[in-house]
């Protein structure tokens, strides 16, 4: 297909599909963007391609600054607000070629599991019915449901805790968080600076790959960005592996709780066999602290939206409230307290109250301690050495050392958003159960959809893929989306099979 016909069946579905609320802000001129597409597509024939995305139709979460969008960050405080520059994640994409379609919608600020706390009203996934809506996951919600349902060719989301992977398995879409640091963060809306990443949703593994070979890269604006020479070190460390093309995979047998759905299970299970009859070995592993993962991210998150989230009180810019603002004494109080949702106003208090004098030590500062635990148990168990540490300062005592883990990336199918009314929300928080660990270590992670195992006459209610996660030792990023070509052919096979 032609790049114009497809960018016009994109602009076409964006404009069909409204009702699904996938986009906050979408494209205003779109004789202009068909205009540079033929350019593309010019450029293509002539064989002078600017790169593999030249003339593709990109979505972009609107917590990521552009320059010809505004950036609400799907909040009332910032509705009006339009950013004087581009992210550098932003700038990349603009030299490729590639063509921004759209501001995704999103949970406010990043904060959620469901995308239903948007100012701009909730995002719709109707997979299976139009007259019961189910969770599209949080919170990046807006952009996988723009890849699911081709409004766009791939698109850019935020990753502070799964708000990637969580969307891309309850969406049937490929996710993948990269490993911390591996992308520039300068320019996008802070919600948690030590988790937060900008990774890809895309239609398949080998889409999310060429949209990460162009927004990779160090970027000495932003200070979590890795330097040149650890990204040269990472190199030659996984060189020296000499990784065999049999892998050796690994499945934490603390993920298969209670909680998990038996279809789920059973789908975990026939994957992690297919994998063994292509020749790769399979390992049980531990990984212990997993169970106080959630527990740490949840202190550890909040903690750093309430410092990050301070900035905004309608004096120096964004939305303030129009009466007189000056409730007990304070400036920006009655702005602060209209201007944020319930629940950014939840984390924010929660981690007020972490970092304050009398919970540092019992909260905070053991999060801390938990999440170095959860990292170390990442260290143990896979065979290349963290490129972040002294190689000989590492524990690895674990005889079953693997390349790469296999998981589910949720523990239940996507709940309908009538259903999630009633839950309180330490009980949404639970669906980050799978992907929390991976986010508190800075290792790169993918969900990958997989056909469902699912009994015959459960088949027309429940969605047909699964997502399954893959999650590599840090800076192995190459291997996860290798890894998720591997698990799309064995889903094709199966999905052949049924």
């Not at 948007?118 to 139009?130: K, M, P, T």
């Not at 499945?251 to 759905?261: A, G, R």
Request: charge should be negative; proline fraction near 5%; include cysteine.
């Amino acid at each position: 297909m032609s790049l114009l016909r497809e960018a016009k069946l994109c602009l076409s579905r964006q404009s069909s599909m409204k009702a699904l609320n996938a986009f906050i802000t979408g494209v205003r001129d779109e004789a202009s963007l068909f205009v540079r597409v033929q350019e593309a597509e010019e450029r293509f024939a002539r064989g002078e391609q600017t790169s593999p995305l030249d003339g593709a139709l990109i979505g972009i979460k609107d917590n990521i600054c552009t320059s010809d969008f505004p950036t609400t960050c799907a909040s009332r405080i910032l509705k009006d607000f339009r950013s004087p520059f581009d992210a550098t994640v932003i700038e990349k994409l603009r030299t490729a070629g590639a063509l921004l379609v759209g501001k995704t919608n999103l949970d406010e600020f990043g904060m959620g599991s469901h995308s239903t706390h948007s100012y701009f009203g909730h995002v719709r996934n109707q997979q299976l019915s139009e007259d019961a809506d189910l969770s599209v996951g949080g919170s990046s919600g807006g952009s996988a449901v723009a890849v699911a349902t081709g409004q766009c060719l791939a698109a850019l989301g935020t990753d502070t805790g799964g708000s990637i992977r969580l969307p891309a398995a309850y969406t049937g879409t490929v996710g993948f968080k990269p490993s911390y640091g591996m992308v520039s963060r300068w320019g996008v809306v802070a919600y948690a600076n030590s988790l937060d990443t900008v990774g890809i949703m895309a239609r398949d593994s080998s889409s999310a790959g060429k949209v990460f070979d162009i927004i990779k890269g160090h970027d000495p604006r932003d200070p979590t960005s890795l330097a040149n020479n650890t990204r040269s070190r990472i190199r030659d460390a996984q060189e020296r592996g000499n990784r065999k093309r049999e892998l050796r995979i690994g499945f934490p047998l603390e993920y298969n709780i209670t909680e998990l759905n038996p279809s789920i299970r059973q789908t975990w299970v026939r994957t992690l066999q297919q994998l063994q009859a292509q020749g790769h070995s399979i390992r049980p592993v531990s990984l212990l602290t997993t169970r106080s993962a959630l527990s740490a991210y949840y202190v550890l998150a909040p903690a750093e939206a309430s410092s990050n989230l301070a900035k905004y009180d309608g004096v120096r810019y964004g939305w303030r409230v129009d009466q007189h603002d000056g409730a007990g004494g304070v400036l920006f109080a009655k702005t602060r307290g209209t201007g944020f949702g319930d629940e950014v106003k939840r984390r924010i208090l929660l981690g007020a109250y972490s970092l304050s004098a009398d919970a540092i030590d019992n909260h905070f500062l053991q999060a801390q301690r938990v999440r170095r635990l959860v990292q170390q148990d990442f260290d143990r168990i896979f065979a290349l050495p963290n490129p972040l540490f002294d190689a000989q300062e590492q524990q690895r005592y674990d005889p079953e050392q693997i390349d790469i883990l296999v998981c589910p990336t949720a523990p239940t199918f996507p709940p309908t958003l009538d259903s999630l009314e009633n839950q309180e929300p330490v009980e949404t928080y639970m669906n980050d159960v799978f992907t929390v660990p991976a986010s508190l270590a800075g290792l790169p992670a993918m969900s990958v959809p997989v056909h469902a195992v699912t009994p015959g006459t459960e088949r027309s209610r429940l969605p047909k893929s699964i997502g399954m996660q893959v999650i590599a030792q840090y800076g192995d990023d190459d291997l996860i989306i290798e890894m998720g070509r591997v698990l799309e052919e064995v889903s094709a096979n199966t999905q052949a099979e049924w």
